[in-house]
């Protein structure tokens, strides 16, 4: 038996994943931004357009699908692991 009276609104459970997925992005911003170090100026413009688009879609995936994500962060780490090494190799850009 429900004690909830009819017609109120019922609390649902607030996810952790899309606070950690959040942090995560923050962690990996500063990964993005410190790049010029390694990267040419417009390299790092590039880092951090590709970061960006992926915070816009954490920010679309709060809601609809927050295990996923948790796991953009792997995936901006990824990509920039990437672009860095294909930079040095291909482009290359030296520290």
Do not use: C
């Not at 780490?77 to 291909?90: A, H, S, Y």
């Amino acid at each position: 038996m429900s004690t909830i009276p009819k017609g109120q609104p019922v609390a649902e459970k607030i996810s952790p994943w899309p606070f950690v997925g959040m942090a995560g992005m923050a962690g990996t911003f500063f990964l993005n931004a410190a790049s010029g170090l390694l990267a040419p100026w417009y390299g790092v413009v590039v880092l951090l357009l590709v970061w960006l688009g992926l915070l816009l879609l954490g920010f679309r995936w709060w809601t609809p699908h927050p295990v996923r994500l948790a796991w953009l962060p792997v995936v901006s780490l990824v990509l920039w692991f990437g672009i860095v090494i294909v930079g040095d190799i291909w482009l290359d850009w030296t520290a």
